[in-house]
């Protein structure tokens, strides 16, 4: 589900699509709790899925969507240590994977294997960006101002 560890990661080939699950994800804030390790998937590598892991730290108010959020933090840092998410962007990444989550996790991959076949360099679909609030924000949820 990650890309295996690599001491400098390559930029990867940006192959904007729309996302056809993740707006309509119907996901509660209550699913979630601090202390959850979760991902944000963002594409693919190598035929599998690929995103950012992260820890749930706080509940947190998303203001792209007006709506509770989570705050997340990176452990492997980089531009952005802490972001606010909606939470149908994030998926368990645990030992104890949530059928909710098992089930959009599979459905994402029939979608993107199936659009990618064949590839095996990191494609970003370009489905999110952080505002200068360090909220995280999914192409789909974006207004403007926000």
Known sequence: ????????????ATAPVP???TPNRDITHAH??????????????????WG???R?????????T??????????????QSYVTAHPRYLV???RRRCPDCLIYLRAMED????????RDELIDCGWYTTTALGQLVHTADIRGGR
């Open 1 to 12: 589900m990650l890309p295996p560890s690599w001491e400098h990661q390559p930029t990867p």
């Open 19 to 21: 996302d056809p699950l």
């Open 32 to 49: 979630f709790q601090a202390g959850d390790t979760v991902i944000v998937l963002k594409g693919l590598v190598g035929g599998e899925l």
């Open 52 to 54: 950012d892991a992260m």
């Open 56 to 64: 749930i730290v706080a509940s947190s108010w998303h203001t792209p």
């Open 66 to 79: 007006d709506e509770d959020g989570w705050r997340l933090r990176d452990a492997t840092g980089g531009t």
């Open 92 to 94: 368990h990444l645990s």
């Open 111 to 118: 979608t993107l294997l199936a659009r990618f076949a064949g």
